[in-house]
């Protein structure tokens, strides 16, 4: 049985780079694409349906940052970001903009590409639910449809969450009323441990949040607990 191998598109505007990953990443066995700024990946996504775009943050005309929150829009492909600068608040806007990774140049080809695999792992969409795990889960005045990687209110509307939204939630919902630090929560939905001052988890939770309509101030849902990590403060109940 042969399987569909992902595709992906590297934008990058340094041509050794989009060639040295296509090449990389085309033998382990990816189909990799490439484009050199916005407007070609544009061009590509008007006949592509990628499984994943590795987009550089630095880029003539439509800077990274643009591209994502352009892509956010009406999208929820998972976006691995590419940086050379060294300032953390650019990988935090990043996140921000709904990024699910970071990875600073310069880079090994095999940490892009063990990301790669982790992102792809826990982000691929319309994955069925386990037989033992329900479709529909509801907590607070929500409900989680696990399928479609949903979040449905009490009138029946419904919010689309991104990979690493639906992750993220899907861990706090496993552990319902159990503290979680930030290093737990970072292995949980990233695969691997925390490197070492990484506030990642952090901007996360805001954005996670935010779906759910409330702020860092006044997050009934999710509370911080002081110096220990945060906590889901609700009941979770299989529905379906």
Not at 2 to 9: D, F, G, R, S, Y
Not at 135 to 141: K, Q, S
Not at 156 to 168: H, V
Request: include cysteine; charged fraction near 30%.
């Amino acid at each position: 049985m042969t399987t569909t191998p992902a595709t992906l598109i590297v934008v990058d505007d340094d041509p050794e780079i989009r060639e040295l990953l296509a090449d990389y990443l085309g033998r382990h066995g990816y189909r990799a694409l490439t484009a050199e700024d916005g407007e070609a990946l544009r061009a590509l996504l008007a006949r592509e349906t990628p499984d994943l775009l590795i987009v550089d943050l630095m880029l003539p005309g439509d800077d990274g940052f643009t591209l994502c929150r352009e892509l956010r829009r009406d999208s929820e492909v998972p976006i691995i970001m590419l940086t050379a600068s060294a300032d953390e608040t650019d990988r935090i806007l990043g996140l921000e903009l709904g990024a699910d990774d970071y990875l600073g140049k310069p880079f090994n080809p095999r940490e892009l590409l063990a990301r790669i695999k982790a992102v792809l792992r826990r982000t691929r969409a319309l994955v069925p639910p386990r037989p033992a795990q329900a479709r529909l889960v509801a907590f607070g005045d929500w409900r989680l449809d696990r399928v479609t990687r949903e979040l449905i209110d009490a009138d029946e509307a419904r919010l689309p969450l991104s990979g690493a939204d639906f992750q993220l939630l899907q861990v706090f919902l496993d552990h319902p009323e159990e503290v979680l630090s930030r290093e737990a929560l970072f292995e949980l939905t990233r695969g691997r441990p925390a490197p070492p001052l990484d506030r990642s988890i952090d901007v996360h939770v805001c954005r996670l949040r935010q779906r759910l309509g409330e702020d860092a101030q006044h997050s009934q849902l999710i509370r911080t607990v002081r110096g220990a990590g945060y906590v889901l403060t609700t009941r979770v109940e299989a529905l379906a």
